[in-house]
């Protein structure tokens, strides 16, 4: 075995070329992005005007915008949370039964996962048009004419609609997770319990729920981060309208960096929303240590 | 029990087993149906007229016009986006893997200082979220002139391609170290003895070893790097730079109305990985649950 004798410099050559893209293209942003915002700069300007914690500030107490956008992605989170991980549980277990086609559903409901945020916003922003959409179509012919309406365009539906297309396309996420802790709970547990009597129900609840909860975490956990962060979606539908109704904590970074050419604050606000959810990543590695 | 009960017990058995599928399928099959209509929309309507894509409701269109494919691909440059989007997945991938089984295997085969708090820092950009971290990245490529401004194409091709690579090597280490525990370290020993050295012993020895690992890591990092967008918004302004998910985006932009061209091109942009999914999908499905419950 190619024993390395200490002070050996052969496995630092190994790790160099993964290391050296590592230095520059994610521990020095990330001091970028610390340091400038402390700034206000314009992100072309030689010279940064030095602000302290003021864009700090601004983002928590001036920026209503913003915590609007939250709350917007908060939303969609949570229906993303019960609808869309309720379904696809109840998927998994369907399947785990060994149903017949149940490679089939397997292959299907995969596919949306695998599909790029701006295919699914783009196809789904035609199914949803207001003039052309065969959503609208549908509706009509089965005489809910009254009901049609341009629903990503329309503040009330607006943000629901982003937040069905973001279920359809991340609930085949969620079964294939939820089967793999399926499979690994042993048959016998549920032919004992039949034998003691248990019926489906309590079955459901008192092997299937506490064998598979480290999944369940591990799901809730990766659905938080990943719905808070949505963007790709938005961009591809709404761009955040009507008006502000489906901003999103991204798009609101985008629009102060792109837009509005505040790099500064665009890091501010970054960092705001990078610790709330290192909260929730920090629960994800405490509960996976707990249940390993 | 006579024979007759135990028949009609088996058979009320059977039965119910049999309206207990029944209902199972009554509740998959609309939900399975929901996730292939919209392909098969947009495949339909790729093949309509922009006059008849809007009154023709039928999935299979009278006169299917298959010319809106060469159109897309030429008119509406998908064939520039389509090739540029295979040669930054090629370099992403070759890049990913590569760098990642060099990395995996130091961290697996040798003790060395700061090893393990290496890895760690590694692995932990994994579960940190950096939300803002576009922004820094951003103004990292614009100092380094790796963002597209009328510079050489390969600068901003680089400035889409190195953050990518970087990106994907804490997944890549994650899955190809453990794989490499488990190689019995023998093996090496008598590579060794033969005369191999230690690039040697990697490169005969434990990357043919390793290839069911790093196909799951190719295949994975392919598919994020055909669907990545957000640098690509960032980086590209030049169409004959841009890859796929990026000028799907410009062209719906430009061309608001020209919808069986978009849809053409969503279909072409989708071929590749649906083909690489129904293949492999055990494979992918695999390395993306290790991924997220093995954490």
């Given at each position: 075995m190619p024993v390395a004798r200490t002070g050996s410099i052969k496995p630092y050559l190994f790790i160099l070329p993964a290391f050296i893209l590592f230095a520059i293209f994610s521990v020095y942003p990330f001091y970028l992005l610390t340091h400038t915002s402390l700034f206000e700069w314009d992100g072309i300007s030689v010279t940064k005007q030095f602000v302290g914690l003021s864009n700090y500030w601004n983002v928590l107490v001036h920026d209503p915008v913003f915590w609007t956008s939250f709350w917007q992605a908060g939303y969609i989170t949570v229906l993303a949370l019960t609808f869309q991980n309720a379904l696809a549980l109840v998927l998994a277990m369907a399947v785990n039964r060994n149903l017949t086609g149940g490679g089939l559903y397997r292959t299907l409901f995969f596919l949306p996962p695998i599909l790029s945020e701006i295919v699914v916003g783009l196809i789904w922003f035609w199914i949803y048009d207001g003039n052309f959409g065969i959503f609208n179509a549908l509706l009509s012919r089965m005489g809910l004419g009254a009901w049609t309406r341009p629903w990503l365009a329309d503040p009330r539906t607006a943000l629901t609609a982003v937040a069905i297309i973001h279920m359809w396309k991340g609930f085949g996420w969620g079964f294939v997770m939820f089967l793999a802790g399926l499979q690994t709970i042993p048959e016998e547990l549920y032919e004992a319990a039949r034998v003691d009597g248990a019926n489906a129900w309590e079955r459901f609840w008192r092997i299937t729920i506490p064998l598979l909860l480290p999944v369940c975490v591990v799901v809730s956990i990766l659905t938080i981060l990943g719905t808070m962060q949505i963007f790709g979606l938005i961009i591809a539908t709404t761009n955040g309208g009507p008006g502000y109704h489906t901003e999103v904590p991204i798009t609101r970074i985008f629009s102060s960096m792109l837009g509005s050419s505040r790099f500064g604050y665009a890091c501010a606000q970054g960092i705001v929303f990078g610790l709330t959810l290192l909260f929730f990543s920090l629960l994800q590695m405490k509960f996976q240590r707990k249940s390993t | 029990m006579t024979k007759a009960a135990v028949s009609v017990t088996l058979f009320t058995q059977r039965a119910r087993q049999w309206v207990g599928e029944l209902g199972w399928h009554l509740f998959c099959l609309p939900i399975a149906l929901t996730c292939v209509f919209p392909l098969v929309w947009m495949l339909s309507s790729s093949?309509?007229?922009?006059?008849?894509?809007?009154?023709?409701?039928?999935?299979i269109p009278v006169t299917p016009h298959f010319e809106n494919y060469l159109r897309a691909w030429v008119q509406g440059r998908f064939g520039t986006y389509f090739l540029n989007s295979l040669l930054y997945t090629l370099i992403v991938v070759v890049g990913v893997v590569g760098m990642a089984?060099?990395?995996?295997?130091?961290?697996?085969?040798?003790?060395?200082?700061?090893?393990?708090?290496?890895?760690?820092?590694?692995?932990?950009?994994?579960?940190?979220?950096?939300?803002?971290?576009?922004?820094?990245?951003?103004?990292?490529?614009?100092?380094?002139?790796?963002?597209?401004?009328?510079?050489?194409?390969?600068?901003?091709?680089?400035?889409?391609?190195?953050?990518?690579?970087?990106?994907?090597?804490?997944?890549?280490?994650?899955?190809?170290?453990?794989?490499?525990d488990g190689i019995p370290k023998e093996l090496e020993e008598s590579a060794e003895v033969d005369g191999c050295g230690v690039l040697g012993v990697f490169w005969h020895i434990m990357l043919p070893l390793a290839r069911p690992a790093l196909g799951v890591v190719a295949l994975l990092t392919s598919l994020s790097a055909w669907n990545e967008f957000l640098l690509a918004y960032l980086v590209f302004s030049r169409h004959e730079l841009m890859p796929l998910q990026r000028g799907l985006l410009a062209f719906h932009g430009a061309h608001l109305t020209e919808y069986p061209l978009l849809m053409a091109g969503m279909v072409i942009s989708i071929v590749p990985i649906v083909v690489i999914y129904l293949v492999m999908q055990r494979n992918i499905i695999k390395g993306i649950t290790a991924g997220a419950l093995k954490g």
């Open positions: - | 093949l309509k007229t922009q006059q008849t894509v809007f009154t023709d409701y039928r999935i089984a060099l990395a995996a295997y130091a961290f697996s085969r040798f003790k060395f200082k700061g090893s393990g708090v290496l890895y760690k820092i590694l692995l932990s950009t994994m579960l940190i979220p950096i939300p803002g971290s576009f922004v820094a990245l951003y103004i990292l490529l614009n100092q380094m002139g790796l963002i597209d401004q009328g510079s050489g194409q390969w600068m901003a091709r680089m400035g889409y391609i190195l953050p990518q690579i970087n990106g994907g090597l804490p997944f890549g280490v994650f899955i190809l170290k453990p794989f490499f």
